[in-house]
């Protein structure tokens, strides 16, 4: 992959996503002229204009101004091919490049980091930029999303080593470089890109086999896809550290206290040092190894790297607490994949303490839902009340035999304790009728149902 130099001006399309606006907030820093164009107003698009970027609400190819042979238009997989931008574009000769390939860009001549996974790239991508500032080796991170009480939209252009989180939704994870590779899990999703289960392992393979000579991939041991992973490639002569709570792993969890503020020893070799977290969930211990191994093999030092990860106070739609009316706990949680929603309810019960945990499930995807309705089911059985909403289906056409009854049939809870809610619109007045004083509630999914906790905090709030 060619260089920032290579580049000319950059224009993304989707400029006010959190993936985008940060690679334009990177590009800005790094001296290059940056323009972009979202679909609607935001708050993020206000804060780039404040940094000298052009920004502009609507696709029009004048948006393009005089953008030519040289210049570069940075797209997403979510950039339909008839978007009148990308039309203009491809006519005008300008380069086109997927997001993937301009983080490349940013990434060479810098140690870089590319962080993978079926679930908690954020997390880990988002624990090793702190732990590399702790270490005081000034990262550069691009993150899919904004660390909680941060206001670097997730990302921050440094003089040290570059994280990526890297997205394997469209397989453009392939894109990096780096001298570091993160694999947190490989379990099945984005089949509707992939195929099969085999064609997504595959992909990973792909990944790793991208490793700069001397390389290193961070694995982890506990997790079955991942650990065939690291089985390819060693037998490719590839160099693997591993961690978790297994016997095999090269750095293990002992001693594991899971709960509100969980901990654990890390035996790594010789030494024995002390993990400490106030982000809850067992998950997030595994996630936090994974960020440890990555920064001692560039070069941090374990002490700081251990007070930044005690530090991480979380990122923004992961586990994110929103507020407290009526003696009703809000939290916000991105988990959209059954493994992931089981994870956040382990992780949720000792926070609830003697409370009930509730919580509105939105399916993400016609296909997600259609493969894992059970999976999603059997994981929402971990919760004392559910209320599963129809299926948010972004980039996917709708399918009527495809619904969020499919779910709410499948979750192994009493009667009168599971309900569906196709009427997206009556959900605020329905939740905040269910809940009660001391129960924790959580509003789940990759989609809109993020905006149900302010709507049931204010409901709460006028009572």
Do not use: W
């Amino acid at each position: 992959m060619s260089g920032l130099e290579d580049l000319g001006r950059v224009h993304l399309l989707g400029i006010g996503g959190v993936g985008m606006s940060g690679i334009a907030r990177l590009l800005r820093g790094r001296g290059v002229e940056v323009s972009g164009t979202d679909s609607a107003a935001s708050e993020t698009l206000e804060r780039l204009r404040e940094l000298g970027i052009a920004t502009f609400v609507g696709h029009d190819p004048a948006n393009l101004g005089d953008l030519g042979t040289g210049d570069t238009l940075v797209v997403s997989s979510a950039v339909r091919t008839g978007n009148p931008e990308l039309v203009a574009a491809r006519e005008r000769g300008l380069r086109v490049l997927h997001r993937s390939e301009a983080l490349a860009a940013l990434m060479v001549g810098r140690a870089g980091v590319a962080v993978a996974g079926t679930h908690g790239k954020t997390t880990t991508s988002s624990m090793l930029g702190v732990a590399l500032s702790a270490a005081g080796l000034d990262p550069s991170y691009a993150i899919g999303g904004e660390l909680t009480g941060g206001s670097d939209g997730g990302a921050r252009d440094g003089s040290g080593p570059f994280v990526a989180e890297a997205d394997e939704s469209d397989g453009s994870f392939r894109a990096y470089a780096p001298v570091v590779d993160v694999v947190t899990n490989v379990e099945p999703d984005h089949l509707d890109h992939y195929g099969t289960a085999e064609a997504y392992a595959t992909a990973f393979e792909e990944f790793v086999a991208r490793l700069l000579p001397g390389g290193l991939l961070v694995a982890c041991a506990d997790d079955a896809g991942s650990a065939a992973l690291v089985e390819h490639a060693r037998a490719r002569g590839v160099r693997v550290r591993t961690y978790g709570t297994a016997g095999t792993a090269d750095v293990r969890l002992e001693d594991v206290r899971p709960g509100v503020a969980p901990s654990a020893v890390l035996l790594d070799g010789a030494e024995r040092r002390e993990l400490r977290l106030v982000v809850p969930g067992h998950h997030n211990l595994l996630n936090a190894t994974a960020a440890y191994c990555a920064a001692l093999e560039l070069g941090a030092d374990p002490v700081p790297v251990l007070e930044g990860l005690a530090r991480f106070g979380g990122a923004r739609r992961r586990f994110e607490l929103k507020g407290e009316a009526a003696g009703v706990r809000v939290v916000d949680d991105y988990s959209h994949h059954p493994t992931e929603v089981e994870a956040l309810l382990r992780a949720a019960r000792p926070v609830a303490g003697d409370g009930r945990v509730v919580v509105v499930f939105q399916p993400h995807l016609v296909s997600r839902t259609r493969t894992f309705a059970t999976e999603f089911g059997r994981a929402l059985g971990l919760a004392d009340e559910v209320v599963v909403l129809d299926v948010y289906v972004a980039r996917e056409d709708p399918d009527p035999d495809v619904t969020g009854a499919s779910v709410a049939d499948a979750v192994p809870l009493p009667p009168g304790h599971v309900r569906f809610l196709p009427d997206r619109s009556a959900a605020a007045e329905v939740l905040a009728g269910t809940v009660r004083a001391g129960d924790l509630f959580l509003t789940v999914g990759a989609g809109d149902v993020t905006t149900l906790g302010p709507e049931v905090l204010a409901l709460l709030a006028a009572r």
